[in-house]
Structure formats: structure tokens, C-alpha cells
């Protein structure tokens, strides 16, 4: 029998999504949205949990506009939702970019004036405007959105993005303050400033459209989400096999652990190359049944290492827990909540 012809094993990652938690976290921030209304930003595969598996959950919770920032992902998710609901960031580069977003139907961010013409010279139609108010990272300064040819333009969302708001800093009253400036200048049939931590700020703020990210996801980026936002990824690994260790045994690379007296070790199917970093390296911990499970020595790519202890009837085949509550893991490993997420690899399979 050729392999072709055997099922695939099974992976020994699993993600696994709480499509409740999502749909729950869409509706939360549509409505700490005021009278504005919510999109989702599902740009790097829905921020590392999948965006065929995220995009129809929030489909169905009624979310109707989608921010992606690359043409990959715009061409999978008009495969999931209407073209016409979709918006790409980064805009087009080339003519031939023009071309295809005319023909995919999805809505180019235009960024700068040379995207502006490049846009009205393959014909033009439903686009957004981006206008730097001070991140100085993509968009129109705020000089030039009087040139002639933004006026030819057909603007369904005028948008900005603050460059501070998980911060109480002067930024955002100054970003604000830009961006209504722009908005009444640029005649557009929508205003958007809001990412996730914006939407905290206030009524002030939201305009007509907001655009989460990170807290459709699980991530906590203000305190005021505290208690609002649910975990949704929930990332699992098999153990794949158990030793007994003595006392004296050194664990892992460069044998930064040594056992201080005999112990039952696990060795699991997670390392630095699915996004458990280095920085878990003992302090990170696994979860079985109930059990908090701590990381011994170093991650390794495929590989960590955690102490089997306090779970005698552990063993091999079995799933343990990666601990991942956004707000507390990036607290615990100095990573931000947004590398937690999207820093996830390909080698997990999708559950829920």
C-alpha cells in the first residue's frame, strides 16, 4: 500500500477555538462600540487562529466589514464573505494590483497620491482613504488630501489609526483632533479611527465604523475590556513520551534544569518553532486536568519538557494545555498579546 493511499496520522497540536467566545467578543465590542458599528481587522489569518475557521463565526454574529493587509488574504476571505465588504490596507502597489482589486471586487485603502491616481487610472470605483494623523506609517498627510484627485474619488471609509491608545497619553486627543480635521475636508460615506484599544476611548472616537483586532480574539489591550473579553485560542500538545528522571538528571539544552530529587517528566509536541518561545523556558506552564504543570529547562523547536509530578496518570497520547489567557501569558512571558497570537504555527490542527 502506497503511503497516498493511508489517512494522514494525526497532528499532535491542536488550536482549539471557542467559536462561542468569538461570536460573544464581536457582539461586545459592537456594542461598546455606541452607535457606531464593529468590523473585524482579520489580517495574518485572523491573527493566527484561522481565518476560514474565524471569518464565518463572525459572519454569522453580523459583522459585515473585513480589513485584510495583504492579497492573499483578501482573495480568501471573498471566498468566505462578499468582495464588496473587504478592504485592503496596504493598497495598490502596482497597476496590475489596481486591476485585480477591481476584478476581485474588494475595496483598496489608498494610501498615498501616486495610489490615488494609480487607482482613477484603471478606472476607479468604490475605494478607502487611509490619512496619517500622526503614526507616520501609512496614509495621506494631512497637506495633501486636498489635491484635486482625492476629490474624483469615490470614498466609501475614510480611516486613520491611533498609534497609542492601550496608553492615557496626549497622542490621542492629538490624533483625534487630526483626524476631524481630515474628516471635514474628505468627503467619504464613513469615518474610521477605532482599532480594538480605541473603541475604550470613548463615543468620541468611534465615528461610524470601528475596527478590532486583537480583542475579537481573546486579547485584553485596556482594562476597561477587562471581564468583556473572552479567551477564544486555546492551544493543546500530546505528550509523546514520559521518563522517569533521577535525581542529578539534567533536562534540555545546555542543562539549565537539574533534578533535585527523582521525578516523572514529560516531554511534549510544542517548541519555539510553533510560536512557545525561548521565553517560556522555566516559567511557563501546561495544563492537566486542573493541574498547573511547570516548564522544565529550555523550549526547544519541537520540543518542551514539563513535570509530570502532580499528574501520575498522565502519559503518552495524552493532551495537555498550553496555560494562554492573552492578558496573563504576556504579563508572564514579556511577549505582547498580538506576537502571542499571530507568532502561532502552521503545524496545529483546528479543532473546536
Avoid at 517548541?271 to 522555566?282: F, I, M, T, V
Wanted: glycine share 10%.
Amino acid at each position: 500500500m502506497m503511503p497516498e493511499d493511508l489517512p494522514l496520522p494525526p497532528a499532535a497540536l491542536r488550536l482549539r477555538l471557542d467559536r462561542a467566545a468569538l461570536a460573544a467578543n464581536w457582539t461586545a465590542l459592537d456594542g461598546l462600540s455606541g452607535t457606531a458599528r464593529a468590523g473585524a481587522a482579520i489580517k495574518a489569518d485572523c491573527y493566527g487562529l484561522g481565518t476560514r475557521a474565524a471569518v464565518p463565526v463572525l459572519a454569522a454574529a453580523g459583522c459585515r466589514d473585513w480589513f485584510v493587509a495583504h492579497w492573499q488574504e483578501a482573495a480568501e476571505a471573498a471566498r468566505l464573505v462578499p468582495p464588496a465588504q473587504i478592504s485592503m490596507l496596504h493598497g495598490p502597489m502596482t497597476d496590475a494590483e489596481a486591476v485585480y482589486a477591481r476584478a476581485l471586487g474588494v475595496r483598496p485603502v489608498l494610501n498615498s497620491l501616486a495610489q490615488v491616481r494609480r487607482w482613477l487610472a484603471a478606472g476607479g470605483g468604490a475605494c478607502d482613504l487611509m490619512v496619517d494623523t500622526g503614526m507616520s506609517r501609512l496614509g495621506l498627510p494631512l497637506a495633501e488630501i486636498g489635491d484635486p484627485a482625492v476629490a474624483l474619488l469615490e470614498i466609501e471609509t475614510c480611516m486613520s489609526h491611533l498609534a497609542s491608545a492601550d496608553e492615557d497619553c496626549a497622542q490621542n486627543a492629538a490624533q483625534l483632533a487630526r483626524f476631524c480635521e481630515a474628516a471635514s475636508t474628505v468627503t467619504a460615506r464613513r469615518y474610521s479611527l477605532c482599532n480594538s484599544a480605541g473603541i475604550a476611548l470613548g463615543a468620541d472616537y468611534h465615528f461610524d465604523l470601528t475596527r478590532p483586532g486583537l480583542a475579537l480574539y481573546g486579547g485584553v489591550p485596556r482594562s476597561e475590556f477587562a471581564g468583556q473579553i473572552a479567551q477564544v485560542a486555546f492551544p493543546e500538545a500530546a505528550v509523546i513520551q514520559v521518563r522517569d528522571l533521577a535525581a542529578g538528571d539534567s533536562v534540555g539544552y545546555n542543562a539549565t534544569f537539574t533534578a533535585p530529587r527523582p521525578m516523572r517528566a514529560g516531554v511534549i509536541a510544542i517548541g519555539y518553532a510553533d510560536g512557545y518561545l525561548r521565553c517560556w523556558s522555566g516559567r511557563g506552564h501546561m495544563l492537566w486536568q486542573g493541574t498547573r504543570l511547570p516548564v522544565l529547562g529550555r523550549v526547544s523547536m519541537d520540543m518542551t519538557i514539563v513535570d509530570l509530578s502532580r499528574a501520575e496518570n498522565c502519559g503518552e497520547g495524552d493532551w495537555l494545555g498550553v496555560e494562554y489567557a492573552l492578558p496573563e501569558a504576556a504579563a508572564n512571558s514579556g511577549l505582547s498579546q498580538y506576537e502571542l497570537l499571530t507568532s502561532m504555527g502552521r503545524r496545529f490542527a483546528r479543532i473546536e
